[in-house]
T-cell receptor
Framework: AQSVAQPEDQVNVAEGNPLTVKCTYS??????LFWYVQYPNRGLQFLLKYITGDNLVKGSYGFEAEFNKSQTSFHLKKPSALVSDSALYFC?????????????FGTGTKLQVIP | DGGITQSPKYLFRKEGQNVTLSCEQN?????MYWYRQDPGQGLRLIYY???????QKGDIAEGYSVSREKKESFPLTVTSAQKNPTAFYLC????????????FGSGTRLTVV
């Protein structure tokens, strides 16, 4: 069965410092990987995805993520955190196999950027 | 602008009542999904539909029902059989193709009173 682990319930970082939100996954075959962000009482917004090719994926709002196949990880990063980045972040995975494939979400990591 | 509209934003249900959550999209997406979000548990799939007039159970379908009579609409009914319905409900859609991300609605918060 596929799974996603976000080992940190909360990450605190000072404004202007680099941030990392961790994600590891387990899936049969090659993965499609996604990051979403959720602000309070709102739906999830798509940030970025890994499909194939370059292991460093760039997304919205200056975020990027690095796919590491050997470590089965897809950590979300940003060089300089903003207070407005404070939100709940979800990692998601699905297999690349054809047909309908279930998307599995992690439990989320709350990012708190401290002014 | 294209997107997904969920209504109402807040909903209160009395014990024993059925309630229906609306989800409408104008993105021309084939597939639609309903998720339930509880604190610390991430998103759990309730039902999904890949095509009109067809839908499948997700991981936690008991106590819920759906219909897909139109491509644009995928309403969710929370029945009285759902013993713990208080949660945040999210509707999502995606275009056909394995590598598309989901577009989510803004959610409905259901509370049992």
């Amino acid at each position: 069965a596929q799974s996603v682990a976000q080992p940190e319930d909360q990450v605190n970082v000072a404004e202007g410092n680099p941030l990392t939100v961790k994600c590891t996954y387990s899936v049969s075959g090659n993965p499609y990987l996604f990051w979403y962000v959720q602000y309070p009482n709102r739906g999830l917004q798509f940030l970025l995805k890994y499909i194939t090719g370059d292991n460093l994926v760039k997304g919205s709002y200056g975020f990027e993520a690095e796919f590491n196949k050997s470590q089965t990880s897809f950590h979300l990063k940003k060089p300089s955190a903003l207070v407005s980045d404070s939100a709940l972040y979800f990692c998601a995975v699905r297999p690349q196999a054809g047909g309908y494939q279930k998307v599995t979400f992690g439990t989320g990591t709350k990012l708190q950027v401290i002014p | 602008d294209g997107g997904i509209t969920q209504s109402p934003k807040y909903l209160f249900r009395k014990e024993g009542q059925n309630v229906t959550l609306s989800c409408e999209q104008n993105l021309n997406h084939d597939a639609m999904y309903w998720y339930r979000q509880d604190p610390g548990q991430g998103l759990r799939l309730i039902y999904y539909s890949q095509i009109v007039n067809d839908f499948q159970k997700g991981d936690i379908a008991e106590g819920y029902s759906v219909s897909r009579e139109k491509k644009e609409s995928f309403p969710l009914t929370v029945t009285s059989a759902q013993k713990n319905p208080t949660a945040f409900y999210l509707c999502a859609s995606t275009a056909t193709g394995a590598n598309y991300g989901y577009t989510f609605g803004s959610g409905t918060r259901l509370t049992v009173v």
